[in-house]
C-alpha cells in the first residue's frame, strides 16, 4: 500500500468504509492475469479524482492498472447508495459524541455550470445556460445534514421541504436518534408563508429574511456557517464545474465531498484542534 492511499484514505475512514461496502474479491481463483483494484486503492482513486478534478484518463498508475476498473467501482458504489451510507455512519460518529449542534441550523444552495448533458430535470436554465444546483442544510458547526441536487433553474424554496425530509436519523447523546433542527435559518429566496407554515407543523422553528423588509446582513450572523460550508465543498474541484452526465454520479461526487468536510472534522477535533 503506497503512501499517497494511505494519505487519501486513513485508516480510521476505511475502518468505516468497510461497514458499508462489502469487500471485493482482488485474487482470481485461477491465478494469472494482472491484479485487480482494491476497494481501498479505488477509494483513494476517487478522493484523487474529486479533490484534484483530474480526468478518469489521468489517474496515476499507483491506483492500479487500469482506470475503468476504478471507473466501474464508482458507477457500482453510485447505484448502491455507498456514499450516502458511508455518510451516514460518518455523521453518527460526532451525534455520539453530542457534537452536533441542531439548535441553529442554515439551508442554502450553490449553482454551477455543466460541461456536459443537461439539467438533473431535463429542462434548461432561464438564462438559457445548461447547469445544475447543490442544496444543503448543515448544522450550527457547518457539518452538512441533508444535501440534494437540482437543476439550476429550479427555486431555492422548492428544495427546503425535500432538504429537511432527507435529514437522516443521527444518533444522540442520549436518547433516540434526532433528524430535526431546533431552528432553522434562510435568506430572502425562502420567504414565503406556505414554507413557515409547513416548518412550524413539524415543530421547527424558523428564521427566514423577509423581502423588502429585513437586511440579509443581520441574518447572515447565523447563515455565515453554511457559506463557509459551500466553500468547503469548493474545495473538491471535480464540484467546480459538473462533468457528469447522469444524476447518480454527479451526486456521488457530491456525497464525497460532505464525507472528507465530515472526517476532516473528525480529525480536527480528535487532534485537539478546529478548521
Given at each position: ?6 494519505r ?25 492475469g494482472?491484479?485487480r ?18 480526468t478518469?484518463?489521468q489517474?496515476p ?5 487500469a ?7 464508482f458507477?457500482?458504489?453510485s ?19 453530542g ?24 429542462t434548461e ?30 427555486h431555492?424554496?422548492?428544495?427546503l ?16 436518534r ?39 446582513q ?8 453554511v ?23 454527479f ?6 465531498a ?7 472534522r ?10
Amino acid at each position: 500500500m503506497t503512501d499517497l492511499v494511505e494519505r487519501l484514505v486513513p485508516d480510521e475512514l476505511w475502518v468505516l468504509f468497510r461497514r458499508v461496502v462489502p469487500p471485493t474479491e482482488v485474487i482470481r481463483p485461477q491465478g494469472g492475469g494482472r491484479r485487480r483494484t482494491g476497494d481501498r486503492e479505488a477509494l483513494a482513486a476517487l478522493i484523487f479524482v474529486a479533490t484534484s478534478g483530474c480526468t478518469w484518463r489521468q489517474l496515476p498508475p499507483v491506483f492500479g492498472p487500469a482506470w475503468q476498473t476504478v471507473y466501474r467501482r464508482f458507477a457500482q458504489w453510485s447505484r448502491e447508495r455507498v456514499w450516502a451510507r458511508l455518510y451516514r455512519v460518518i455523521l453518527d460518529e460526532p451525534g455520539a459524541r453530542g457534537e452536533l449542534d441542531w439548535s441553529r441550523c442554515a439551508i442554502d444552495s450553490v449553482s454551477l455550470r455543466a460541461a456536459k448533458g443537461g439539467l438533473c430535470d431535463g429542462t434548461e436554465s432561464d438564462r438559457g445556460k445548461l447547469g445544475s444546483k447543490i442544496h444543503l442544510i448543515c448544522d450550527r458547526n457547518g457539518l452538512p445534514l441533508s444535501l440534494g441536487i437540482s437543476g439550476a433553474n429550479m427555486h431555492d424554496s422548492l428544495g427546503l421541504e425535500p432538504l429537511v425530509r432527507g435529514i437522516p436519523p443521527v444518533r444522540s447523546r442520549r436518547g433516540p436518534r434526532r433528524r430535526r433542527p431546533a431552528k432553522l435559518h434562510a435568506d430572502k429566496g425562502y420567504d414565503y408563508d406556505h414554507l413557515r407554515r409547513w416548518l412550524r407543523k413539524r415543530g421547527i422553528r424558523h428564521r427566514i429574511a423577509r423581502k423588502g423588509i429585513e437586511s440579509s446582513q443581520r441574518l447572515g450572523r447565523h447563515r455565515w456557517v453554511v457559506e463557509r460550508t459551500v466553500s468547503w465543498l469548493a474545495g473538491c474541484r471535480r464540484l467546480h464545474r459538473r462533468y457528469e452526465r447522469k444524476v447518480e454520479r454527479f451526486l456521488a461526487f457530491v456525497g464525497i465531498a460532505a464525507v472528507l468536510i465530515c472526517h476532516r472534522r473528525l480529525q480536527a477535533v480528535n487532534s485537539g484542534g478546529m478548521e
